[in-house]
């Protein structure tokens, strides 16, 4: 990123963090990243450091422990430490998105005090745990259930696909108080990982962004108290989905940063391979990748801090974030394909960092929404929210 063409405002505190985060991320994060991503090692030691910069609760106010940054400068950094390993990227999207956010916008001033100041700290981690083993794209369905008892709720049911599951210490787990309610009988709860009934079952051997945990979490009459609920009974649902909102713009700064790193690579191995007597920068296919490369990206970017800029102005931008992640991930996984091409035989090698873009960037067409859930809520913003 070029700093002084960005098209956002920042504040001069902002673009020095940002700066250091670039910095941060090229010596400390990238050198490692090829062994995390060879041995699916957690990385503790640098999640550690990026807590002490401030980066694990980017968003939330000062007050309860945050750095009290935009989401423009949230997302740059997102892009900085995702070039650089995108596994570090989304432990990182997942504390501030999808578990700082919410507590900090239905949270009480108890539950901020005692969980969010930890959490945005970085000296504790969250996980979001919507997803289940039949419900991924269909949320109202739950099957988690959550059953009233004397001084609180017993949850019972299984989650899967949950990022940071085995190292968080809070969950924000999603649960039905009736399934036949649909959407209207679920409920968000914070619960502490070291609750009884709480259990981490299985961790998926995936494809990409190795590093991270995918768990499947089962929660057996895991009993929390009244205070653990997040905002009223009920309101899970809308809880859970404006989280997502703000979460692609997370996922779409992660491509970015797969899709940079992809893109760097490229440039630099076209400049260095002869082919014919000249490096093959020099051939018109090979240039006509690296434009439309280039292009792509920053599409996505200016896409991505526009939800930003937007989110910050307090303004609707559910169906902002939506073609930002969609176009975001999409121009990742191109990317990261052109690049192997541009690589050759060496591309397919586990030498080149472009074999760990494309894996990577399969997963942010995914998560957080698929890309057909995408267009889904672009589509709905364009009749349904008139």
């Known amino acids: ?67 009290g940054l935009s989401t423009v400068a949230y997302a740059m950094a997102i892009e900085s430490i995702s070039k650089a390993c995108a596994s570090t990227g989304v432990i990182m999207s997942v504390n501030n998105s999808l578990v700082c956010a919410p507590i900090e916008a239905w949270g009480t001033d108890a539950q901020k005090e005692k969980i969010l100041k930890p959490l945005a700290r970085g000296e504790k981690l969250g996980c979001f745990a919507l997803s289940e083993p039949g419900h991924g794209s269909d949320p109202a369905g739950l099957k988690v259930r959550a059953v009233k008892v004397d001084g609180g709720y017993k949850i019972s049911g299984s989650k899967n696909w949950i990022t940071n599951g085995r190292e968080a210490d809070v969950c924000l787990v999603f649960a039905t108080l009736d399934s036949a309610l649909k959407h209207k009988g679920i409920c968000a709860f914070l619960v502490d990982t070291k ?47 404006t989280t997502l909102d703000g979460g692609r713009i997370g996922i779409a700064a992660q491509a970015l940063g797969i899709a940079q790193c992809a893109l760097d690579a490229s440039k630099q191995f076209a400049a260095e391979r002869e082919q014919f007597g000249a490096p093959i920068s020099k051939l018109q296919a090979i240039r006509f990748y690296v434009a439309e490369m280039r292009t792509k990206i920053q599409a996505a970017r200016l896409l991505t801090w526009n939800a930003s800029r937007l989110k910050d102005l307090k303004r609707p931008f559910s169906q902002e974030a939506a073609m930002a992640k969609l176009f975001a991930a999409e121009s990742a996984m191109w990317v990261a394909t052109k690049a192997i091409q541009v690589h050759g035989g060496y591309g397919y090698t586990k030498e080149y960092v472009v074999e760990r873009n494309f894996r990577d960037a399969k997963i942010t067409e995914i998560y957080e929404g698929t890309s057909e859930i995408q267009k889904l809520v672009i589509a709905a913003g364009e009749w349904d929210g008139k």
Request: some cysteine.
């Open 1 to 67: 990123m070029d700093l002084d063409r960005n098209w956002p405002s920042l504040t001069e505190s902002e673009i020095t963090i940002i700066e250091s985060v670039e910095q941060f991320a090229r010596d400390v994060v990238a050198p490692v990243a090829k062994h995390h991503d060879e041995t699916g090692e957690f990385p503790t030691a640098i999640i550690k450091q990026m807590a002490e910069m401030g980066l694990m609760g980017m968003m939330v106010p000062e007050q309860w422990g945050g750095s």
């Open 195 to 241: 609750s009884a009934g709480y259990s981490v079952n299985k961790l998926e051997d995936k494809l990409g962004i190795t590093a991270s945990s995918t768990a499947t979490l089962f929660f057996d009459d895991c009993f929390v108290p009244q205070d653990a609920l997040l905002g009223k009974e009920g309101e899970g649902f809308k809880i859970a989905m």
